[in-house]
C-alpha cells in the first residue's frame, strides 16, 4: 500500500550544526506535504508545507525540499538549538476528493547536543 | 486562544470497561481527527469528521466510535477497553482549504488499560 516513511529514525547533532530530516513517499499523487514538530509529552505542532507545485519553501531556519522525481522530502533546520531537540514528522496528502486527510510517517527523532 | 482541548489528560482503564475522549475546538473548523499515537511510532487515523453530522472511518477505527453534532465538539468512545487500545490519543481539527489543511492537534491523552 501507499506509505511515509523515514530514512533515520534518530538524528544526533551538535548545537549549531545544521540538520537534515528525510522523508520518503511512496504516492505519486500526494500534492500537499506538511512537517511537525512534537515534543516530548505534546501534541504534533506545524512547522512548514509545501505544495507539490513547488520544489522548495523556506520559513525561520526551517527549509523543506521535495523532490517530486524520487518521491522526497527534506527538513533542513539552519543553526540546530536545543530547543530543536524533538520527534519531526512528514505528512503527505491528496487534494482527491478534496479531502486532504493527512497519512503520516513514524517519524525521526532529533537529538541536539550542547 | 485555547485551540484543541482534550479530556481527559491521563486515564487507567480496566479491560472491558467504556469511556469518552472529549475535544473541542474553538477555531471555527469544519475538519476534525482522532488520531491514536503508540510508542516510537507515527499518527495513525482513527476517525475523522468533515463537518458537523459527517464522520469517516480512518485507518483504524475497530474498537472505536464517534459522534459529531456540533461544529466544536468530536469525542471519541471507546465501548469495551482492550490492552490494545493503550496508546496516547490526539485530537486534531483543521480548515479544508484548497490548497491543503493544516491540522492543529490537541495535547493528547494517554491512556492505559489493564
Known amino acids: 500500500g501507499e506509505s511515509v516513511g523515514l530514512h533515520l529514525p534518530t538524528l544526533s547533532v551538535q548545537e549549531g550544526d545544521n540538520s537534515i530530516i528525510n522523508c520518503a513517499y511512496s504516492?505519486?499523487?500526494?500534492?500537499?506535504f506538511i512537517w511537525y514538530k512534537q515534543e516530548s509529552g505534546k501534541g504534533p505542532q506545524f512547522i512548514i508545507d509545501?505544495?507539490?507545485?513547488?520544489d522548495k519553501r523556506q520559513g525561520q531556519r526551517v527549509t523543506v525540499l521535495l523532490n517530486k522525481t524520487v518521491k522526497h522530502l527534506s527538513l533542513q533546520i539552519a543553526a540546530t538549538q536545543p530547543g530543536d531537540s524533538a520527534v519531526y514528522f512528514c505528512?503527505?496528502?491528496?487534494?482527491?476528493?478534496?479531502?486532504?486527510?493527512?497519512?503520516f510517517g513514524r517519524g525521526t527523532s532529533l537529538i541536539v547536543h550542547p | 486562544n485555547a485551540g484543541v482541548t482534550q479530556t481527559p489528560k491521563f486515564r487507567i482503564l480496566k479491560i472491558g470497561q467504556s469511556m469518552t475522549l472529549q475535544c473541542t475546538q474553538d477555531?471555527?473548523?469544519?475538519?476534525m481527527y482522532w488520531y491514536r499515537q503508540d510508542p516510537g511510532m507515527g499518527l495513525k487515523l482513527i476517525y475523522y469528521?468533515?463537518?458537523?453530522?459527517?464522520?469517516d472511518k480512518g485507518e483504524v477505527p475497530n474498537g472505536y466510535n464517534v459522534s459529531r453534532s456540533t461544529t466544536e465538539d468530536f469525542p471519541l468512545r471507546l465501548e469495551l477497553a482492550a490492552p490494545s487500545q493503550t496508546s496516547v490519543y490526539f485530537c486534531?481539527?483543521?480548515?479544508?482549504?484548497?490548497?491543503?489543511?493544516?491540522?492543529?492537534f490537541g495535547e493528547g491523552s494517554w491512556l492505559t488499560v489493564v
Open positions: 477555531m471555527n473548523h469544519n475538519y
Open positions: 469528521s468533515v463537518g458537523a453530522g459527517i464522520t
Open positions: 509545501i505544495r507539490s507545485n513547488m
Open positions: 504516492n505519486s499523487a500526494s500534492d500537499y
Open positions: 486534531a481539527s483543521s480548515y479544508r482549504t484548497g490548497k491543503g489543511n493544516t491540522i492543529y
Open positions: 505528512a503527505e496528502s491528496t487534494s482527491s476528493g478534496g479531502s486532504y486527510i493527512p497519512t
